[in-house]
């Protein structure tokens, strides 16, 4: 029997409906508005039976959007939003009045990895507004792409202990350089040791650098490193579609993540990695 997947990851936008910023001078394939009908069309092809939207802009347009989406699609289960968390008032508000309220509305994310201050969650006023996440029991999506981004996420878990929190494409392992796994294998570890932070197996493919000539053997031994660090309770997995078509199809980025657990794990514990843990992690209604 086949397992199915949820996918944890999965981006949908629109120009006209919000602002993209980090798309202004981009002249790849992503620059322009992507709609979940253009996955619908090719999810087919994969074993994903589920779906969590993920934040894209930070603005409440971008939100709305995927809230929309995901009552419009009764396969996308979850969203991951975007909160004012600089203002602790206003997060607390919003959170109050509306998103407490919204059952699609399950994690945060701030595209941190945009912020010129690496440590940019440490502010105090945004340390407040965790608390209130950790509060409600909903999760932060920590987009990292640098090792201090990992030492930030340590302290935040040491100062905020009841948030969980997940490293978004496993904060940028070494794919491109080969490398097993110097200052970010270190940090990793590290980070491990706190038992609320999580790791996204996602976003490998385009971390290789290669287009869409990446095999198997360039993402699995950092998939087996996230596996054995955090352990198989607190690993799943997203497509990070449409930023994966960068580097191949929405099915390659789907077989080869089953193809590599299926070599690495028991098929309880794959189900874990593909299934369980992201129902357990976003508090998924299935």
Known sequence: ??????????????????????????????????????????????????????????????TELMLETARANSWIKGVVGWLPLVDATATKKILEEKYNKEKYFKGVRHQVHDEPDPAWLLQPAVIKSLQLLASHDIAYDMVGISVAHIETTIKVAEKVPGLRMVFDHLNQPPIAKQEKFGNWGKWMKAAAQHTNLHAKISGLGTAAVKGSDWTNADLQPYIEFALNTFGTDRCFCGGDWPVSLLAGSYAKTWQSYESILTALLSDEEKKKVLYTNAVKYYNLDL
């Open 1 to 62: 029997m086949l397992q199915p997947i949820i996918d944890t990851h999965i981006h949908t936008w629109d120009l006209e409906r919000a602002s993209y910023t980090w798309l202004k001078d981009d002249s790849s394939i992503l620059n322009r508005s992507w709609s979940l009908n253009e996955l619908n069309a090719v999810r087919g092809q994969t074993n994903v039976s589920a779906g969590i939207l993920v934040q894209a802009a930070g603005n409440f347009e971008d």
